[in-house]
């Protein structure tokens, strides 16, 4: 019986080759493996294979690919964002460029949020604001240290915000006006809302500052000045109308 040809055995071996490097974590190529799962639909194959390579992948560079790729996917399409941000914890640290890890810790500070822990969330924006000044860092960091009951460092990062981004100084005081209302500081609050929509130039954050105004306006009983505030105010017929039926209510009330 004739052998078969060496031809033969050298394209047997070359695909028993290929299919191994197709299969194993080790290959160029398990990144593309774990991608195609993902364009499959097969997202909870595809998460195990960029844990695969995390652990084990050819190179450094693949390694941290895998982690940022297996957080996404963690995050975004599996929900699991306890998952996510255990391979960013990992993942930052190995990142060199401040760019990448200023993006990477606001993806794990909306994971945070996502889960209701705003201290971590916000403490992640500042972080990122740190790696990469970027004024929406602040922003969302006071916003998030507000949720969190922190009013004392939600202050402070709204001052922070009017002194190093002088474009978002109208948001600094209003963000402070909420806070000053919220701790029942109704005369400086109204001080703060008037002055925020002075300093504002966007018709949208004008018209939130207004609306501040007024309900502060309404809490000091100011109801003819409340109603020439509305009248003044960019907002929604239907909503204007809904607040101005009640204004006039309290004031004919009053009025009795």
Do not use: F
């Not at 398990?30 to 097969?42: M, N, P, T």
């Not at 084990?56 to 390694?63: C, E, F, S, Y």
């Not at 100084?169 to 701790?183: C, D, I, M, N």
């Amino acid at each position: 019986m004739n052998a078969p040809p060496r031809t033969l055995w050298l394209g047997l071996g070359t695909s028993l080759v290929a299919a191994l490097l197709w299969l194993s974590p080790h290959s160029p190529i398990a990144l593309d493996r774990a991608d195609s799962a993902v364009l499959a639909g097969r997202v909870e194959e595809a998460a195990s294979r960029y844990d695969e390579v995390a652990r084990v992948g050819l190179t450094a560079g693949m390694r941290r690919e895998a982690l940022r790729r297996g957080a996404l996917l963690y995050g975004l399409e599996l929900g699991q964002a306890g998952e996510a941000i255990a391979r960013l914890e990992r993942l930052i640290p190995l990142v060199k460029g401040p760019a990448e890890r200023a993006e990477l810790r606001d993806l794990q500070a909306r994971l945070y949020q996502d889960q209701g822990r705003y201290t971590l969330a916000a403490r992640q924006w500042t972080l990122a604001w740190a790696e990469q000044a970027e004024a929406a860092r602040l922003v969302a960091a006071a916003g998030a240290w507000e949720r969190a009951g922190d009013d004392g460092r939600a202050w402070d990062t709204w001052i922070w915000v009017g002194a190093v981004c002088p474009e978002r100084v109208a948001e600094s005081t209003l963000g402070r006006a909420h806070l000053t209302l919220a701790a029942g500081q109704v005369q400086d609050a109204l001080a703060l809302y008037e002055r925020a929509e002075r300093q504002a130039r966007d018709g949208d954050l004008r018209s939130v500052a207004r609306l501040g105004a007024v309900t502060c306006l309404e809490r000091l009983g100011d109801l003819d000045e409340a109603i020439a505030g509305l009248d003044q105010a960019e907002i929604p017929d239907e909503a204007l109308d809904a607040r101005l039926e009640r204004i006039y209510r309290r004031r004919g009330e009053r009025d009795l």
